[in-house]
């Protein structure tokens, strides 16, 4: 973690989800913010280095971080039909959900490191984007602070349940931190859910999934933030269970393409069969 900017990884997310705003049609996750939250920099990047983004590693990326969203999104929507009026978005980096939240009651909690968050704030001012009154930064340095003191200080009701998204983020933990902030969200009250993608171990793949996941994991290494958690899915939920969750949704490739790519001319796509998706509820 830098002192002035976010992780190298969460800008790189933030370019691909831009990038999907402007190479793929019909988009999976539409986001009207994404290039603007990218700055003027990017989104040049991103028109002159289109080819760079249009190779079949970087396509797939590129679908895996658009549907992520998307699903999060769409599971948000029916927690909020459901009730849920409070919205926390961990390691939020540079997500614009709350910068274009259609939803006029509902409170959304952005959580990340203080560095990430001043950065972020320079960027949503040199895009125009204002900051609404529904969203409240929640600055937490987990070297020194718990995410429940974080929330607390923002305001965050603990005492109502909440709906919290957490993308790209679990891999990059070890496995005492995310399992930590996952007995907080199973403590909270019924209804409370989380929405989550997490990557499959190297021994349950297959030879040609353990080459891509190995290209993947020295990339991310190189940018200093290497993978470090991963999870067998009926595993992690008979670990999530005796936590408070009660019910859970995991969806891996094939349930992701059937979802939200099916019938696609352009075979834009979730490939690779490493990244997985889950709800988990309270």
Do not use: C
Request: aromatic share 10%; no cysteine; proline share 5%.
């Amino acid at each position: 973690m830098h002192d002035d900017r976010p992780s190298k990884t969460a800008f790189r997310v933030a370019l691909r989800r831009a990038a999907h705003q402007i190479l793929d049609n019909p988009k999976v996750f539409t986001d009207p913010l994404a290039l603007a939250i990218v700055g003027a920099e990017g989104e040049t990047a991103l028109r002159v280095e289109a080819t760079r983004f249009q190779t079949p590693a970087g396509r797939t990326l590129r679908a895996f971080m658009a549907v992520r969203s998307r699903y999060a999104e769409d599971s948000l929507a029916t927690a909020f039909e459901n009730g849920i009026r409070q919205y926390v978005v961990l390691g939020a980096g540079l997500d614009t959900f709350a910068y274009r939240n259609p939803f006029s009651d509902l409170r959304v909690f952005e959580v990340d490191h203080p560095a990430t968050q001043a950065w972020k704030r320079r960027r949503l001012e040199a895009g125009g984007i204002a900051i609404p009154t529904s969203m409240t930064f929640a600055p937490v340095d987990f070297e020194s602070q718990t995410l429940a003191d974080g929330l607390a200080r923002a305001g965050f009701d603990a005492a109502r349940p909440a709906f919290f998204s957490w993308l790209g983020v679990v891999p990059y933990l070890t496995r005492s931190a995310a399992m930590e902030t996952f007995r907080f969200v199973g403590s909270r009250p019924a209804g409370s859910a989380i929405v989550f993608d997490y990557a499959l171990p190297a021994e349950s793949l297959s030879l040609v999934q353990r080459l891509a996941l190995k290209a993947l994991s020295d990339r991310v290494a190189a940018a200093g933030e290497p993978f470090r958690t991963f999870f067998e899915p009926s595993v992690l939920m008979s670990e999530l269970r005796p936590m408070g969750f009660g019910s859970f949704e995991d969806l891996g490739t094939e349930e992701i393409n059937a979802r939200y790519f099916n019938g696609r001319a352009d075979g834009l796509r979730a490939r690779g069969g490493i990244g997985r998706l889950m709800r988990a509820g309270v």
